[in-house]
Nanobody, 114 residues
Framework: QVRLVESGGGLVQPGGSLRLSCQAS????????MAWYRQPSGKQRELVASIGRGGDSASYADSVKGRFTISRDNAKNTVYLQMNSLRPEDTAVYYC???????WGQGTQVTVSS
């Protein structure tokens, strides 16, 4: 069973940057479509960015276009989310999702505050 582990979250000031990582572990028999979601406290989870198996077909929520970049390194079984120009409204728990198998990582907290 493939497990997803997110890392890279933390506290940053507005305008700062973070890079989130989502690494798959366990037996991997396929390359999956992946996505990043986020869930602000007390709100619903929302799709932030998605990426195809080969790193193509990347898409972004309107709120993060031009600021966030999703990428992947299949040799390392890792998906990344580079987040630049962070805003307080980006504060949330960020989750990695295997879109083909439908399961999630445990999430990593991102807090943007001065």
């Amino acid at each position: 069973q493939v497990r997803l582990v997110e890392s890279g979250g933390g506290l940053v000031q507005p305008g700062g940057s973070l890079r989130l990582s989502c690494q798959a572990s366990g037996t991997i028999s396929a390359i999956f479509n992946m996505a990043w979601y986020r869930q602000p406290s007390g709100k619903q989870r929302e799709l932030v960015a998605s990426i195809g198996r080969g790193g193509d077909s990347a898409s972004y929520a309107d709120s993060v276009k031009g600021r966030f970049t999703i990428s992947r390194d299949n040799a390392k079984n890792t998906v990344y989310l580079q987040m630049n120009s962070l805003r307080p409204e980006d504060t949330a728990v960020y989750y990695c999702k295997n879109r083909d198998l439908g399961y999630w990582g445990q999430g990593t907290q991102v807090t943007v505050s001065s």
